[in-house]
């Protein structure tokens, strides 16, 4: 948790922690966040911080997720500070529900994205078969060779991954370092591209 700490604001005013349980010094620092006190902010985060990771990891699994999940409610904290109703329950209370439903929203985006890239991989996989037969199979080296020669560099790279390399769009993209929909449109081009160079060696 110690990479959160870079963006809380700096600690150039310490105090002492007020007196009192955990959750009643909560209460006093996040009302002493509310009125824009750093100092009681830093404090605040030093209190709660294991509490919020401990929430967030249970739900995400992945560390690195986790701290990048818990350090987002943490600055969520520090601008929503005067949204907090004491009379509604603790600060603990308060902070440890947001790390839960931020961590859980965390949970469904990237489930839902997983989801998105089955579906593609799905779809691309009962596709490629007859597009490749159309444009690839029953060519000569020398053939394919020319007609590789006119793509683009980028396109070339992405058809060469995809079909030669035997690896998923999902993975080209992930190698690539590009947006699924990019390198999809590549390799779309690069076939069409290679379909007219066919047609005119033909």
Do not use: C
Not at 116 to 144: G, Q
Request: no cysteine; charged share 30%; net charge neutral.
């Amino acid at each position: 948790m110690e990479a959160m700490g870079s963006r809380r604001p700096r600690r150039n005013l310490p105090s002492p922690l007020p007196s009192g349980s955990s959750a009643e010094v909560a209460d006093e620092l996040l009302g002493r966040v509310a009125r824009g006190d750093e100092a009681a902010f830093a404090q605040l985060y030093d209190l709660v911080a294991p509490a919020v990771f401990g929430v967030v990891r249970r739900v995400v699994r992945n560390p690195a997720q986790s701290e990048e999940v818990a350090q987002e409610v943490l600055m969520q904290v520090w601008r929503t500070a005067t949204r907090f109703d004491r009379d509604a329950g603790s600060a603990m209370t308060w902070i440890l529900t947001i790390a839960h439903r931020r961590a859980v929203d965390r949970v469904r985006s990237e489930e839902a994205s997983r989801r998105r890239a089955e579906r593609y991989e799905e779809h691309t996989t009962t596709e490629s078969p007859s597009v490749t037969e159309a444009v690839l199979d029953d060519l000569d080296r020398a053939r394919l060779r020319r007609a590789l020669g006119g793509l683009t560099p980028v396109q070339r790279e992405s058809v060469e991954l995809a079909y030669y390399g035997g690896y998923t769009h999902v993975e080209v993209a992930t190698l690539l370092d590009l947006p699924l929909g990019t390198v999809k449109t590549r390799i779309r081009d690069g076939l069409i591209r290679l379909r007219g160079s066919f047609e005119e060696d033909a």
